[in-house]
Nanobody, 123 residues
Framework: QVQVVESGGGLARAGDSLRLSCTAS????????MGWFRQAPGQEREFVAA????????LFSDSAEGRFTISRDYAKKTMYLQMDRLKPEDTAVYHC????????????????WGQGIKVTVSS
């Protein structure tokens, strides 16, 4: 079993930046893909961004493209989501997920999920 833990959420104002972190437990293989999803109150969970292992392009949703970047520290088994130019509509609980095989934006393809971390952006 791989444990996944998110950190770095909180309150922000529109236009601010936040960085979310996601760390997978020791049992996670560095070749695993990692992704971010979010769920706003009363809405379905939606894909935000994903990264495969080194050398593969990152994938972003339309809403994240150009504002969010993703990076990965393989030694720490940690993925970072840098969110810039935040908007109120980015308010949601953000979940990190890990998959053995590349799943991109397909959430059922992810094998392990974190509990989620709340991000609130005020106008």
């Amino acid at each position: 079993q791989v444990q996944v833990v998110e950190s770095g959420g909180g309150l922000a104002r529109a236009g601010d930046s936040l960085r979310l972190s996601c760390t997978a437990s020791e049992r996670a293989d560095t070749s695993y893909a990692m992704g971010w999803f979010r769920q706003a109150p009363g809405q379905e969970r939606e894909f935000v961004a994903a990264t495969a292992w080194d050398g593969e392009p990152n994938l972003f949703s339309d809403s994240a493209e150009g504002r969010f970047t993703i990076s990965r520290d393989y030694a720490k088994k940690t993925m970072y989501l840098q969110m810039d130019r935040l908007k109120p509509e980015d308010t949601a609980v953000y979940h990190c997920a890990v998959s053995v095989y590349w799943s991109g934006s397909y959430s059922p393809g992810y094998d392990y999920w974190g509990q989620g971390i709340k991000v609130t952006v005020s106008s």
